[in-house]
Each structure stands twice: as C-alpha cells, then as structure tokens.
C-alpha cells in the first residue's frame, strides 16, 4: 500500500522496485545465474591467481630458470609457425572442399572426425606410431631399408614439430569449415564473370576470393594463436614435456610447476604471457560484439 | 552421354592429389586405434597393417573390467556420462537466460556482461585451470564432480550466451510486442514465444557443452584424482603410468570413448555446423 502511495505522488527517489519495469527486474533474474558463476569462477580465481603471483621473486626465479626460457621460445614457435601453417593448409583446403562433388561432399564427412572426436585417444595412438620399438612408422621404415628408424620424440625439435602436427590434425578441420563457409558466401556470379573474362585461378583468388575473405582469415589466425596458448593436450599427451623438460609451452609448464606444488611461479608464467595475449584479447572482443 | 574432356580428366586428377593425401592423414591415426583394438598384443606390436587374427577379445577385458586398469571402467563411464550431461543442462539453462535477458528484454548492463563473457571465452583454457585449481580448493570442492562440472559450464557458457544473443538478435521484435498486446508476461514470453522459436541454437549449444565437457582432459585431470571418481580421459591418462601400459587395451577404451561423441557430431551436424559457424563467419 505504501508502494502504491509513494508512486502516486512520484516522490524524488523511488524504491528501486518501482523505477524498474517487470521485464527489466526479470532481466536481472535471469542475468544473475551467469554473473554468479562469472563472480565465483572467473573474477575470483583471476584475481587471486594474480596476487599469488605478487612477489617479484617469483619473476627472478622464472628468470633463472632455463625451462621457462625454453618454453617461453617453443611456445613462439608454435604460435608464430605453427598456427600459419596450419592457417594457409586450412585456407588451401577451403577451396577444395569448396567443389561442388559427391566425392568431396563424403571426404569432408571423414574429415572432420579429428576434430569430433577427443584428443586424447588419437595423441596417444599417434604417440604410439611413432614409438621407436613397437611404432608402425619404425616397422615401416626397418622393412623399406633395413635399417632402425629414428627415436622419433627423444629429440627435442622432432618432438616440438610432431607435437605442433598433432595439434594441426586436431584443429585444421575445424578452421578448413570456417573458411570454407566463408567462401560459399561470395557472391557465386564474381566467379562466373570472372571466368567469361578469362581469368586465371590465381587471377580469381587474388582480385574476388582474398578480398572478400581477408578479414576472416585474419580474424581465424588471431583466434587460433589465443587459442593454441591455452592448448595443453597436444604437447603434453605427445611428449609430456620431455625429453628432459625441452619441449614445454607456456600451458604445460603452468601445468608443470603446479604439479612441482610451486602455484606462484605457476602463476607468474602465465602472467608473463599477459602482455601478449591482453591486446589480442581485447581486439578478438572488439571485433565479436559488434 | 558426353565423355569428359581431357580437361576435366585433368581436374579431377589434380583434385584427387590433394583429397587421397588428405583422406591418409586424417584416417592414418584414427585407423591405427581401431587396429590396435582388433589386435591381440602380439600383433598390435608388430606393426602389421591388418592383424593376423582379428579379435573383439580385447573389448570383452574391457567390459568385462578384467585388467587393473580396468577395473572401474564403468564408474568412470558413468562419471564421464553425467558430468557431460549436468554440463549440457547448466549451460544451457544459464546461458539461454542470460542472451533472453540481453537480446531481448535490454536489460540495464547487458552490453558489458556480454562483453565480459567475450573476455573470458578468449582466456587461453590452460591458464586460467591454475587459478581454477586452487579456488575450487578454497571452495572445498576438489575431488568432488561439482567442481569439474561448474569449471566447464564457466568455459562453454561464454561461447554459448553469444551464439544464442546472435540468434536472439535476429528474432523480430515485433513477435515480443504482438505477445505483450496479448497480455503475455515476461515468462510466458520466454516459455511460449522465445524457446520454440530458439530451438535450433539451443540444439547446436547443447551439443557442443555436452562434447566439450565429455572431451575434456586437462580440467578433470586437475580436478579429480580419487580412482572411482574420475573421468574416462583422465583414466586413459593414468594408463601411461605404468612402464609396459597395455596400449591395446588403452586403445580399445579410447575407441569406446571416442565413439559416443562422434555418433553425436553426426546426429547433429546438422545443427552443429549452422549454428556454431553462423556468428564466425560474420564479419
């Protein structure tokens, strides 16, 4: 009654209850479970990882540390290699799956199962064809030559490769159907003109599929690298870090120093990472909420 | 009937140069497990492309639980199959409340919680599971499913309050403003108007909490570690703690595990591909 009272005469501060409308209260409702778990999942393990990682002893530490300097350049290398390479096979590959053909409809069917299926049953069986007694590969290899195969993951930068192919199987199919739906969207009468005029297929991706598909690609690209730092399966189901700790990225030895109980210099790696992901991060934002 | 030209020949021959390598390189790891689960040991291990003796021998140890890594195959089956499905329901509770509320009742500061909730799909999965790891300890929650299960709906939620606000987005106004005329109450909308009209985002999300969680390695393995309470990955996982694992064993559980989520890919493809790749491609 009050309520009603109050409302009538439209005194200068209304209980919030009535300058809300009822969709806009359940709005709040509604929202409220998500900001709970935002709240309680997101703002508080962010902000107490960071205080743990307060202390710059901890970045000495790191400093002196000759694993994170290791994981620090092999996490640049997969980013900054890896990620184009398997950015250029996917944008390759878009154009092929892109033909109009019964046999290629059924391929990409296949193809995609890398992607639907957990990583963890295929990196093990990968990381068994490569074993150097038992592996299938080494067995290929002594039957074509005679000779012993190599010990495929007890190198460091065949191990860092095989693992940056690993992730390539485990995500190029997903990136080849981004791609690809970009390219179906070009207006299909460009090429149709394009080919009455005589042009070459260079001539066609240079001048209509890249202009209309540079965007995405580069969006694709930045996408994958944020993506990729916090890809952990890859290297540590293939190598486990090994042989002797030189195969980290920045995600296992996270990982790593949590496992050796050390948490604040867990955490002071990945803060280390910060400067670099930050400005990808807030760009990605940018360019989704539009 | 015309016969092809020499330069169709052509192109179907440079066509099939690239799709016989790209059919080997995704089928060569994927067909190595499957051999692996029809190969007595000795066999599996002697790198033959085709085993001798082709047997199921190996899923009978595993469903019969007749190996010490083995033996609460079922629990961890079990585990796997209700944290996937608790993950499912929760996200798609929480986010298909949260992009309602933002697409489509404007509710104050929907903006920015979206925006946040873009922030957080691109913090790298790997790094915020430190942090994670701790605070589920602060919460008392470590070992225990909750854990693993509110971990993941923090991570599937983002990616899915964006695709359904997409969605949402594109729903005509005019449908809320007929239903309010009508005297419909905010609920009645949401239940009468809005969720049918969602149903195949809401289908796509689903699908893709349920996969992501079932999938899910690195989490559950920092979260769970009591033998009866973790997942089928981390028990994958824990068969490389031995120094002669039975890899045609681990093979065949990985082949049971991985088939669950490739039969729900295909069932829903469909979905999957509209309504996961609709919001990327925009641009």
């Given amino acids: ?290 | 009937m015309k016969l092809p030209s020499l330069r169709d020949v052509a192109t179907e021959a440079r066509l099939l140069l690239i799709g016989i390598p790209v059919l080997l390189w995704t089928m060569i790891p994927i067909y190595h497990m499957f051999l692996f689960a029809i190969s007595p040991k000795e066999d599996a291990f002697s790198g033959k492309l085709w085993p001798d003796h082709p047997t199921l021998h190996n899923f009978e140890i595993v469903f019969k639980q007749q190996h010490y890594f083995l033996r609460d195959f079922y629990v961890q089956f079990w585990n796997s199959l209700v944290i996937a499905a608790a993950v499912g329901v929760l996200t798609l509770v929480i986010a298909t409340a949260a992009a309602f509320s933002i697409s489509r009742l404007r509710v104050p500061g929907g903006r920015i919680v979206m925006n946040l909730a873009l922030f957080t799909y691109f913090i790298p999965a790997a790094f915020l599971a430190v942090p994670m790891y701790r605070t589920m300890g602060n919460y008392g929650l470590l070992n225990n499913h909750w854990s693993l299960i509110l971990a993941m709906v923090t991570i599937a939620s983002p990616y899915a309050i964006w695709v359904l606000k997409q969605a949402s987005d594109k729903l005509p106004v005019e449908l809320d403003e007929a239903a309010v005329m009508d005297g419909a109450t905010t609920l009645q909308i949401f239940r009468l108007v809005y969720l049918p009209l969602m149903m195949p985002s809401l289908v796509a999300i689903g699908t893709y909490a349920v996969l992501l969680a079932w999938n899910e390695y690195l989490y559950a393995f920092l979260l769970l570690s009591n033998d009866r309470e973790i997942t089928l990955p981390v028990a994958l996982g824990n068969f490389l703690a031995a120094d002669d694992s039975p890899w045609e064993l681990l093979m065949t559980t990985g082949f049971i595990y991985a088939l669950p989520p490739a039969a729900i890919y295909y069932a829903f493809r469909r979905y999957m591909v509209g309504g996961l790749t609709a919001g990327a491609v925009k641009s």
Wanted: aromatic share 14%; net charge positive; charged share 10%.
């Fill in chain 1, 1 to 290: 009654m009050a309520i009603t009272l109050s409302g009538d005469q439209s005194i200068p501060a209304p209980p919030l209850s009535s300058r809300l409308t009822p969709a806009q209260i359940w709005g709040i409702v509604l929202l409220a479970p998500y900001l709970l778990v935002f709240l309680a999942f997101v703002v508080y393990p962010v902000c107490y990882g960071l205080w743990l990682a307060r202390a710059p002893s901890n970045y000495v530490a790191l400093y002196h540390d000759p694993i994170f300097a290791r994981a620090a350049v092999n996490t640049l290398i997969f980013l900054v290699i890896g990620i184009n390479i398997k950015m250029l096979i996917a944008l390759f590959l878009s154009g092929f799956f892109a033909q109009q053909r019964t046999w290629i409809k059924w391929l990409s069917v296949v193809f995609i199962l890398p992607w639907a299926v957990p990583s963890i049953p295929t990196i093990l069986s990968v990381r068994f064809m490569f074993n150097p007694e038992w592996g299938m590969v080494n067995h290929f290899i002594f039957s074509l030559t005679g000779d012993d195969g190599p010990n495929w993951l007890n190198d460091p930068t065949v191990a860092l490769t095989m693992a940056i192919g690993v992730h390539i199987w485990k995500s190029l199919p997903f990136w080849t159907l981004i791609l690809m739906t970009g390219r179906l969207a070009i207006a299909h009468d460009l090429f149709e003109a394009a080919e009455v005029d005589g042009a070459s297929w260079w001539q066609k991706f240079r001048y209509i599929t890249w202009p209309s598909l540079q965007t995405l690609y580069i969006t694709c690209t930045l996408l994958s690298m944020i993506w990729t730092l916090g890809d952990f399966n890859s290297v540590y189901l293939l190598t486990g870090g090994g042989p002797a700790d030189l195969t980290h990225v920045l995600s296992t030895l996270g990982i790593r120093y949590l496992r050796l109980d050390q948490l604040s210099l867990a955490m002071a790696s990945i803060v280390c990472a910060i400067p670099f992901v930050l400005p990808l991060m807030y760009f990605m934002m940018k360019r989704l909420s539009r």
